[in-house]
């Protein structure tokens, strides 16, 4: 796979928020984690970094961008029934 900024480079590694890989001169390490620059630069601003690789939405131009949020459950659903008991 080709770095993300450089089509002539081999990758080295992948950026650990958006996951773009990247080649040795594109990579950030910080300890062990490694960043593309603009995750870098967003982490240490604070502000929010771009949305991981795949995340699965797009924005959408002139509206509301809806991610969609799994219903919360309190556990699996168990239903109670009665089972017939044999006559001795």
Aim: net charge positive; aromatic share 4%.
């Amino acid at each position: 796979m080709m770095c993300a900024n450089h089509n002539d480079r081999e990758n080295v590694a992948f950026c650990q928020n958006c996951g773009k890989p990247l080649c040795q001169e594109c990579t950030r390490t910080v300890g062990s984690a490694v960043f593309c620059e603009p995750c870098l630069a967003a982490k240490l601003s604070g502000a929010v970094p771009p949305p991981p690789a795949g995340a699965g939405w797009q924005p959408v131009s002139g509206g509301t961008a809806y991610t969609a949020v799994p219903p919360v459950s309190s556990g699996p659903v168990v239903r109670a029934h009665r089972c017939p008991i044999p006559s001795a």
